[in-house]
């Protein structure tokens, strides 16, 4: 670790607004910020001109693979995707092989997180082996350290179990996430039901799968007590539920993708599997009230929903081909190119807000204060960039964005006091 690192001449900006000041810090700590700083000469000197100072960004949403499908990506190759794209804490979603439903795999992942490029926090499933049919040992898992539980990639069908899991999660102290899906009704799909499955001939999953769960658990959170967050939302019709939740002041957080804010259900006609994701790409007036509702704050997070694959998976035919695509290195700059929002609105949405939903509102996400942990990422919000997938972190490589010219790019990124990012290039 530097002995002290300076971040000089950019523009801090966090939850208390924004100024101009230089950033010290020391031993993994912020110890001052102020206009003109005075370094000491030992210093290692990282030029923020031109840029805005954050606290790191948070995704509570990242499949890193890790164990058991490292041909996809692996904790490390993850967490470096992730410092890149300005990221110093992420969750791990717990739909590995073997799954994330015990204490020792749970240990697994945090040792292989231990010298990560980001801090690897972990998310464990709901039920065993994400079936839906037995509760996950969660308080083992939450002993260790786990403060989100989901069964992501599966919604938990069964209305009784999912109550018994939020009565759990409330005796614990700790946050169920739910993959808003009715099997029942999503069966078969591989794509958004509407009028461009049926010009493809592609089965379609209907916006009511979606809608018809978030119901339920709002439900739940209400008979419960217990909070409950979403998600990657992508209807309108369950948007507005969730909206009506947090009227009626139920503990409801929910959060979107960038591919749900920036790709429609007709990019799936060049039959591309690497625009098939799951919840499925949608019309342009989900997309609209998606972005509305990261706007007025009834979508609290953007979240990338990271899901590497190798590419002979993504070769495959359409209807045979895993969901899912790459968003660490690119979420960022899709946020700012695409929503008509202040970038301190667009980090509210990428760092404090989500760090505050997974329970690490004390160590990352905070204001850039003497004091804070140093958990930073300089971003150059004017530079233009091109998506080329070669050059990305990921293992993998099915990024819909290739050759998309993007704005806004991670110039540092500071690691408990480390440069993990200098001028856009990996330390580790």
């Known amino acids: 670790m530097a002995a002290d690192i300076v971040l000089r001449g950019g523009a801090v900006v966090d939850a208390t607004g924004g100024r101009r000041a230089d950033v010290l810090v020391h031993d993994g700590v912020v110890t001052a910020v102020d206009g003109d700083l005075e370094a000491p000469a030992s210093a ?20 890193l693979r890790q164990p058991g499908r490292e041909e996809a990506e692996t904790v490390e190759s993850g967490s470096r ?3 890149l794209g300005g990221y110093t804490a992420l969750v791990a979603m717990p739909n590995t092989d073997p799954p994330i439903d015990s204490a020792a795999v749970v240990r697994e992942v945090l040792e292989l997180g231990a010298g990560a490029c980001c801090d690897v926090r972990v998310a464990g499933a709901i039920t065993k082996g994400r079936r839906g049919e037995e509760l996950a040992p969660m308080g083992e898992m939450a002993a260790l350290g786990v403060r989100i539980f989901t069964d992501d990639g599966n919604g938990v069908q069964d209305a009784r179990l999912m109550r018994r899991a939020f009565e759990y999660s409330s005796a614990l102290g700790v946050l169920l996430a739910q993959h808003c899906e009715d099997d029942e009704l999503a069966e078969g799909g591989h794509m958004h039901e509407g009028e461009w499955s049926s ?9 009511e799968a979606e809608a018809m769960m978030v119901a339920r658990d709002v439900a739940l959170a209400e008979l419960t007590g217990a909070p409950v967050h979403f998600l990657h939302l992508s209807t309108a019709m369950a948007i507005a539920m969730v909206r009506a939740a947090k009227a009626a002041d139920l503990p409801v957080t929910a959060e979107a993708t960038p591919h749900h804010f920036t790709l429609t259900d007709e990019a799936v006609a060049s039959y591309d599997p690497l625009f098939k994701v799951n919840p499925p790409l949608r019309p342009r007036a989900d997309i609209d009230a998606v972005k509305a509702a990261l706007a007025d704050g009834t979508i609290d997070a953007i979240a990338t929903d990271h899901a590497p694959h190798p590419q002979e998976a993504k070769e495959l035919p359409f209807d045979q081909a895993p969901p899912g695509m790459l968003g660490l ?3 960022l700059a899709l946020a700012i190119d695409e929503l008509d929002l202040p970038l301190e609105r667009v980090l509210a949405l990428l760092s404090w807000q989500p760090a505050h939903i997974a329970g690490l509102a004390g160590q990352h996400g905070g204001p850039i204060a003497e004091g804070a942990a140093a958990n930073l990422c300089v971003i150059d919000a004017d530079a233009r960039w091109v998506v080329e997938p070669e050059r990305l972190a990921s293992r993998s490589r099915n990024t819909p964005y290739a050759g998309r010219k993007l704005t806004g790019k991670v110039r540092h990124t500071v690691l408990r006091g480390e440069p993990v990012v200098v001028d856009g290039e990996a330390q580790r």
Request: hydrophobic letters at 55%; charged letters at 10%; aromatic letters at 0%.
């Open 329 to 331: 290195e690119t979420a």
């Open 81 to 83: 995707a992730a410092a």
């Open 199 to 207: 010009r493809l001939g592609i089965p379609g999953i209907p916006v």
């Open 44 to 63: 290692l000197v990282l030029d923020a001109g031109g840029c805005v100072v954050a606290p790191g960004l948070v995704d509570l949403h990242a499949h």
